[in-house]
């Protein structure tokens, strides 16, 4: 089955209402597990907040701990990629260096912020070769933070950037070619692009793959992100970043719209006898699927609004082609979905990242260190 054609989609007009609580219990599945994770959430903010005020009141150090130029520095450049990594042994995996050859390959700056708490110095010289700034950083904030604590950095040395991306090596792949998933979110003109539109919480752009673009866009980019007060919870994180940030710039006037659009990624899914009924097996609310009529199938998908990129990661990766593969899904399946470990099956022999480089990366995320793998770090195509 051939995938269907890329097409941007504007975000969903509908607002937040009830969903935030809906967001916990679809990824709950059940309302043991979302009690479970309203207390964990609850005990989380109330453990970051205190240390949040502190920290506003008496501000420290900077998070920047090393910076320096890579070998690519790009002068001049019209677009720039902060591009944000994490692993806890500090190593770069052979498919990150892979994506950061893709975004450079692509026009882009990129800017590689770690978070890690340390990068073996191979590795750290890996980076340099195919970046224009390297950085490393306490881990403040998760991603919101570095991109902001950069983004400044960023104007400095690129001041006529008018293309800004928002990146993290949160998804596994691309396991298909990245220029035509790229060029179609540049063919949307100014604005604020990404890949997967999530309507938990209310429509927003999943934030792995930020793409802005126009002069106007990027100053108000810039605006946000120096304006965003960042927390030691992760929760909080999201919830001012992620969940707010296409709310707000179509409140500035920005178009928002993403490739694989919410309504569309369902429609699909549910066009597909096949699809429907693995759908209906991976979530408690969706067991009676089959016996809907069409038109009650979507209504529920839409009042029950899931993940797209975990629940509906079939569909989205098989019928509408998308490029990716979440991490947390191959790596822990958190909502215990059924056939995600057959997910190689999907990834194509000529594959840009290819199945043996993901789980080279997934054994890199564990701890896997090892002189074999410190070899493929620095070589992608062994």
């Known amino acids: 089955m051939s995938p269907e054609p890329f097409r941007l989609t504007d975000l969903t007009e509908q607002p937040p209402g009830l969903r935030r609580a809906v ?9 043991r597990r979302l009690a479970r994770r309203v207390a964990e ?69 990129v800017v590689f912020i770690s978070n890690a708490p340390g990068l073996p110095a191979a590795d750290w010289e890996a980076v340099r070769a195919v970046a224009a700034l390297v ?34 090596d949160s998804v596994l792949g691309p396991i298909r070619p990245f220029g035509p998933m790229l060029a179609s979110l540049r063919d949307g003109g100014p604005g604020l692009f990404g890949l997967t539109e999530s309507i938990q919480g209310g429509p927003h752009l999943q934030s792995y793959f930020l793409l802005t673009r126009g002069a106007a866009a990027v100053a108000d980019l810039h605006h946000f992100l120096a304006a965003m007060r960042v ?69 529920r998908l839409r009042e029950q609004p899931l993940n797209p990129a975990h629940h509906l990661w079939l569909a989205l990766v098989r019928r509408l082609g998308f490029p990716f593969l979440k991490t947390e899904l191959v790596r822990r399946n958190p909502g215990r979905l059924p056939g995600v470990a057959d997910w190689p099956a999907l990834v194509p022999a000529e594959a840009p990242c290819s199945v043996a480089m993901i789980r080279q990366h997934l054994a890199v995320l564990e701890g896997g260190c090892g002189p074999a793998t410190h070899a493929v770090l620095l070589d992608p195509n062994q």
Do not use: C, I
């Open 23 to 31: 967001h916990g219990y679809s990824t709950a599945g059940t309302w």
């Open 41 to 109: 959430v609850g005990l989380e903010v109330a453990a970051a907040l205190p240390r949040d005020a502190w920290r506003r009141r008496f501000p420290g150090p900077s998070p920047l701990l090393r910076l320096e130029a890579g070998e690519d520095p790009r002068p001049g450049a019209r677009s720039v990629a902060l591009y944000v990594h994490y692993a806890a042994s500090g190593r770069v995996s052979a498919l990150v260096l892979e994506q950061l050859r893709l975004l450079a390959a692509a026009g882009f700056a």
């Open 135 to 168: 950085v490393q950083r306490r881990n403040l904030g998760l991603d919101f933070g570095a991109w902001r604590d950069l983004a400044p950095e960023a104007r400095r040395r690129w001041p006529a950037a008018g293309e800004l991306l928002l990146a993290n």
């Open 231 to 299: 927390s030691h919870s992760k929760w909080l994180v999201v919830q001012r970043g992620e969940l707010r940030f296409a709310r707000w710039m179509r409140a500035r006037g920005h178009r928002v719209a993403a490739l694989f659009g919410y309504g569309r990624l369902v429609a699909a899914t549910l066009a597909d006898p096949a699809e429907r009924a693995q759908l209906a097996a991976s979530h408690p609310l969706l067991h009676d699927l089959e016996a809907l009529a069409p038109e009650a199938r979507a209504a």
